[in-house]
């Protein structure tokens, strides 16, 4: 892999150091939650609702508290707290309209109790002894019927707060625009008029959620969990129970967004409340599919218009998202389908984007990798496709031509925040034409696209897509992360981080932002992250932040150790710090003396000017730069089957300087099989009472190693210098573009638009027989 | 009931329920590496190796297991220098949340015996049982492929 | 974890049978199909690996096949992996996964009965018989035991009869990982240019794996180069099909017409 050309002369940033907790995960060491055993820990399982929308009329737990049962949990026994399980920073922007455990259920798998026993079988057994009566209320499964006048009204609790117009099931609205687009429709030479849909998709993370609370020997409750937010579960535990208390992560299974809502937190802390003993749930499978979160399922209708030489004009897109039965990142996503996708066409006249995001009796929605821009962008793009064909212009020289180039900006990142106005930003970093030319020259577009596409003696189709995109790296002015860094006598240091590596590699390229700046090695560096009373505060993994805002505040933190550490050799050598430098592991002098790290701290702890180095740094983002991608899509068609195959797909991103190139590679590789997921195999199908049939992964398919054709990532040559070292964010852009990528291939192979994921073979199927026969 | 299996070369003696499932009883004798993940034989994290097959520790019933040989991910992982296969996973970045990973290592420890030099297909074809969501399996192939060579020239 | 009272390991057939004959009680080969089951009836299992069965054993003009024999041994048995012409093989590794592979047994896959069984579709194309045990040995024809849903028995061995034609297995799923939507399974012997013999069998239609004959005898005399387009015509019209989260029955129709046209083709080669 080519070294990316940056501005510094680096020596551990943008090197693939291996993942510093790599060695305990592939000798599959017991570092996940569910590998914690505490002595006497209760086994808590959860009663959850069949029927999709219901009023508990009684509860009689009477005849399950059986022997080996510690407790059972109704809503009459947790408190009455109203919050939100969204997991975001406060306040937060989703609408406060969920209980621990309430009278009224609203999707099937909602909770209705919780069980804690001696072991799993006991509670099972208890769970099949609860009587509950309930009074079935209708039901509102699909989101696009919320809204309808006889629907029925999910959230009727007099205390929630925060939600749009819960009495028509609108959790959240939003619109805005700029300039006229009804006046700029009229003026363009070519419009379209188009309606796009993305499914819900399950986060399918490997490791269930799971949590453990105890009381430590000094009777503090500690809480070990699978999250993404530890010191937001702290606060909303706190919120909830008025209890202080500790939450550690350990190594985590994956999360997407899915462990950043507080699912298993508050079941876990309410028994260890209650009976003082430690509590452990470990979700199965199935209640990881069907009571956590899922994807925000939405429709878009696009209108866009373009002039005769390619010149974008206008774009409204106008969108309705399924929340599902509570309003969890019920705004924000939607905003994100406008804020992270728009901008990248910065020069349209007009632009428009609003909509509603309403409430239905499915499983809640809520935060997964991509938040919003994947649906947004498989709208856009597509529709964008669609308009350069009814040009007659190439779609990479036309979504080019529109987009968004170093030195500009969009008015919408001042408009459109997260839930709120964002922040004015000129955009310093964007190798779009880098991405798209050199991508295309890799890809072989120009050639490729000369070739015939349908093979009719063998009924196979190929086709070639290219899909834009654009994401952010943090949420500005809002996201904050702190990092502590002490030095040790041995020469190495620790950098304690709030950060949350959810198996992205986090610790290790903070590590190797520390590393840098204190011309040391990462193996010097003992990273701690994501334990609420030992680390300083972070928000948590999520919003494409930790690299920038989590990176910013470790190379912060490490330029004042850097300093810290020079004041501290110039006491002892009597020198001006100007004389002096680090250097591998040691301060030098330019009058040739120098000292290593490690005699220094040795001096500094028993016999010269005692003291412990340690700093402590915050970073808030004022700008997000966006990364930018441009994919590039091979499908191979079974005309006889409708089956589709993604044979090449092809990345050229820029996200800055990447800190460690293998890692970042992943983060783009890994995204882009979610995206082929949500484009061609996960389906989410519901029986008529709402249950979901797809609950496990025999029936849920994510794709599989035969599935995946060849994925590839080229990086291009960029710096962000607002980002540590010159990053920018990784994670979530490669989730944008698989989507419109496949469907802009499809319809290039066979003239057939596919408007709806996932693209199902029987769909696409019936359509080839109505037009090839 | 008891059984008697040996795990990673140490004999057990165990007292088991009936219908007990092998991951279960593994994870209870300490044996964390082998993960639960799906329960329904679809994701391959539990596999580990009986008389050096890798099967479905979460569909086999421990009952079934006595008398046999089980070799799980610990068996795999010396405490010094790691394996071809668990280095090669490290220096592709082949494991991102590591939660695939013993089940992956386990299967492909028995892919390499049997087929010390697996072209692409065949290492996909192989691990094909094992799911990971972090990856998208292409670093995982690269890792495998070059594990292959690694104990090859060994 | 099941909870039942007891796991037991008889040693003999009659044995086993004897012990199957007591309420709530169910038959276990390679675990994989018991392991689902979410019975709060069910009291004992009967473990069948200490029945001695399993084997390939080659005749002269057949393979018997013991019933708990791995779907893995299938593939690394050297004869009969190459029965019709690699058909075994090829067909046994289109199923789940090697870890499914070395679990699954011949015997556990078509005693439950399962529409979408590969196994039950590749083992009636190559039209084998199947022993059980009820009482008494029985040998009957695959298809039958399929569509007899005989209660009760142990499958104890299955009997292949050594193929000349040419065999070819064709499944779709929605993921290389995964069941089949369809599987359909074709064995044709020709003289010269014409179908002599034809054997034509679809599975997971959602329903149990069928014959079909209508088929089968339209190609018989024709040319098997001119045959495909009428024949998967006709296959649409007849085949009787479902609807499941999969797929609908109209798409399994439209399926099982382009399968038998990639099996046509693949045997006219």
Redesign the interface.
């Known amino acids: 892999m080519s070294k990316v050309l940056t501005e510094e002369k680096l020596n551990v940033v943008n090197t693939?150091v291996?993942?510093v907790?790599?060695?305990?995960?592939?000798?599959?060491?017991?570092?996940?939650t569910?590998?914690f055993d505490l002595p006497n820990a209760l086994t808590v399982k959860i009663l959850r609702s069949p029927h999709a929308h219901a009023i508990i009329k009684s509860i009689d737990t009477s005849e399950a508290m059986i022997e080996g049962v510690a407790c059972i949990l109704t809503y009459k026994d947790v408190p009455h707290v109203i919050y939100t399980r969204a997991g975001q920073g406060y306040p937060e922007p989703s609408p406060y309209d969920t209980f621990i455990l309430d009278k009224k259920v609203r999707y099937v798998g909602d909770a209705v109790a919780i069980i804690a026993a001696e072991n799993?079988?006991i509670a099972e057994r208890a769970m099949k002894l609860i009587k509950v009566d309930y009074e079935i209320l209708p039901a509102i499964l699909d989101y696009e019927h919320a809204q309808d006048p006889d629907a029925p009204v999910i959230h009727d609790e007099p205390e929630i707060s925060g939600s749009y117009d819960p009495k028509h099931n609108i959790a959240s609205h939003y619109e805005m625009e700029i300039g006229n687009v009804e006046e700029e429709l009229k003026k363009c030479d070519y419009t379209i008029d188009e309606v796009y849909y993305t499914p819900n998709q399950s986060?399918?993370?490997?490791?269930?959620h799971t949590a453990i609370s105890y009381f430590d020997p000094n009777g503090r409750l500690t809480v070990i969990t699978s999250t993404q937010v530890p010191f937001h579960a702290r606060r909303i535990l706190n919120r909830l129970f008025g209890v202080n208390c500790r939450v550690i992560k350990p190594?985590?299974?994956?999360?997407?967004g899915g462990k950043q809502a507080i699912h298993v937190e508050p079941y876990v802390v309410a028994v260890t409340l209650k009976t003082g003993r430690p509590a452990k749930c470990?979700y199965?499978?199935e209640e990881t599919m069907t009571a956590t979160n899922t994807r925000h399922a939405m429709r878009f209708r696009v209108r866009a218009g373009a002039m005769k030489d390619g010149t974008l004009r206008a774009i409204e897109l106008w969108g309705l998202s399924n929340t599902g039965a509570y309003g969890e990142h019920a705004l924000t996503v939607f905003m994100v389908a406008g804020s992270k996708t728009l901008p990248l066409y910065n020069k349209v006249k007009a632009v428009k984007f609003g909509g509603d995001v309403v409430y239905s009796n499915t499983e809640p929605a809520g935060a997964f990798r991509g938040y919003g821009a994947p649906q947004g962008m498989f709208a856009l793009d597509s529709a964008l496709d669609e308009l350069a064909r009814k040009i007659g212009i190439d779609p990479i020289e036309f979504k080019l031509k529109n987009s968004i180039r170093e030195g500009e900006t969009s008015p919408i990142f001042r408009i459109m925040g997260e839930g709120r106005e964002g922040v004015d930003q000129i955009i310093r970093s964007c190798k779009i034409e880098e991405c798209a030319i050199e991508g295309s020259k890799i890809f072989n577009w120009y050639e490729k696209i000369k070739r015939p596409r349908i093979d009719m003696k063998k009924k196979v189709a190929h086709g070639y897509g290219v899909a834009f995109a654009m994401q952010g790296s943090s949420i500005p002015a809002i996201d904050m992360g702190g990092a502590t860094l002490k030095m040790n006598d041995d020469g190495t240091f620790n950098l304690l981080v709030g950060a949350t590596d959810?198996?992205?590699?986090s610790d290790t390229i903070l590590a190797q932002i520390a590393a840098e700046v204190l011309h040391t090695t990462v193996d010097k560096i003992t990273v701690y992250s994501s334990d609420t009373d030992m680390t300083p505060f972070d928000k948590g993994a999520y919003a494409s932040s930790t690299t920038y805002v989590s990176g910013n505040a470790v190379k912060k933190a490490a330029e004042k150790m850097k300093k810290e550490i020079l004041k501290a050799a110039s006491e002892l050598f009597e020198k001006p710090v100007e004389f002096l430098d680090l250097e591998e592991d040691k301060v030098v002098c330019d009058d040739g003396r120098s000292i290593s790290f490690a005699e220094l701290q040795t001096k500094l702890f028993y016999t010269f000017n005692q003291r412990q180095l340690e700093v402590t740094e915050s970073f808030v983002s004022e700008v997000a730069p966006p990364p930018y991608l441009v994919s590039f899509a091979e499908v191979e068609i079974d005309m006889?089957?409708g089956?589709v195959k993604v044979v090449d797909f092809l990345n050229y991103i820029d996200c800055g300087v990447p800190i460690n190139p293998?890692?970042a590679?992943?983060q783009v590789?890994?995204?882009?099989?979610?995206g082929i997921g949500i484009a061609l195999?996960e389906d989410h199908?519901m029986d008529k009472n709402g249950r979901l049939?797809?609950d496990?992964?025999?029936?849920y398919?994510?794709?599989?190693?035969?599935?995946?054709g060849?994925?590839e990532v080229r990086f291009a040559k960029s710096y962000e210098p607002t980002g540590p070292f010159g990053a920018k964010s990784v994670s979530e852009i490669g989730l944008d573009t698989p989507g419109p990528a496949i469907a802009n291939a499809i319809y290039d192979a066979l003239g057939i638009r596919m408007r709806r994921l996932p693209i199902r073979?029987?769909e696409l199927?019936?359509e080839i027989?109505k037009k090839y026969g | 009931m008891r059984v008697n299996i040996k795990i990673n070369d140490k004999n057990h003696s165990i007292e088991i329920e009936p219908g007990e499932m092998l991951l279960e009883t593994l994870r209870r004798l300490g044996y964390k590496g082998v993960k639960h993940a799906c329960s329904t034989a679809s994701c391959g994290a539990c596999t580990v190796q009986i008389d050096g097959k890798p099967v479905l520790s979460c569909s086999t019933f421990t009952a079934a297991v006595d008398g046999h040989e089980v070799k799980t991910i610990e068996g795999f992982s010396n405490e010094g220098v790691l394996s071809e296969i668990q280095k090669a996973i490290l220096e592709e970045g082949a494991s991102q949340c590591g939660f695939c990973i013993p089940g992956l290592v386990v299967t492909a420890e028995a892919l390499l015996k049997e087929n010390p030099d697996p072209d692409q297909k065949e290492i996909i074809e192989y691990l094909k049982g094992n799911l990971c969501r972090c990856t998208g399996y292409e670093s995982q192939t690269r890792a495998i492929m070059k594990a292959a060579k690694a104990r090859r020239e060994r | 974890m099941i909870n039942i009272k007891e796991y037991v390991k008889p040693d003999t057939v009659q044995s086993a049978y004897e012990i199957g004959q007591m309420p709530n009680s169910l038959y276990v080969s390679g675990g994989l199909m018991v392991s689902q089951i979410k019975s709060e009836r069910l009291e004992r299992l009967i473990d069948l690996k200490s029945l001695d069965l399993d084997y390939i054993r080659e005749e002269e003009n057949y393979f018997k096949i013991g019933a708990n024999t791995k779907l893995s041994s299938l593939i690394s048995h050297p004869a009969f992996s190459n029965l019709g012409k690699g058909f075994i093989k090829e067909s046994i590794k289109e199923i789940g996964s090697v870890q499914i592979r070395n679990m699954a047994t011949v015997g556990g896959s078509i005693a439950f009965r399962l529409g979408w069984s590969d196994v039950i579709t590749i083992f009636m194309t190559a039209g084998s018989q199947v022993e059980i045990y009820k009482g008494n040995f029985q040998r009957i024809n695959l298809e039958d035991f399929i569509s007899q849903k005989v209660k009760g028995a142990i499958v104890t061995e299955i009997t292949v009869p050594k193929i000349d034609g040419k065999c070819v297995f064709e499944k779709f799923a929605k993921s290389n990982f995964d069941i089949a939507t369809l599987n359909l399974g074709l064995r044709v012997s020709l003289d010269g240019k014409f179908v002599k013999e034809a054997r034509l069998v679809v599975g997971s239609r959602p329903m149990l794996s069928q014959r079909i004959r209508e088929v089968e005898e339209f190609m018989i005399g024709k040319e098997i180069d001119k045959v495909s387009n009428e024949a998967s015509e006709l296959i649409q019209k007849v085949i009787q099909t479902g609807t499941d989260i999969r797929a609908s029955a109209e798409y399994r129709k439209a399926l099982s017409g382009s399968l038998l046209l990639k099996a046509l083709r693949r045997v006219a080669q």
């Open positions: 693939p291996e993942k907790d790599g060695k305990a995960l592939v000798r599959g060491k017991p570092v996940f569910d590998d799993e079988n986060h399918a993370m490997m490791e269930p190594r985590i299974g994956g999360g997407f470990v199965t499978r959810l198996g992205t590699g006889e089957t089956k293998i890692l590679r992943g590789e890994g995204a882009s099989a979610q195999f199908i049939i797809t496990d992964f025999f029936t398919k994510i794709p599989a190693r035969g599935d995946i060849k994925i073979s029987e199927f019936f027989r």
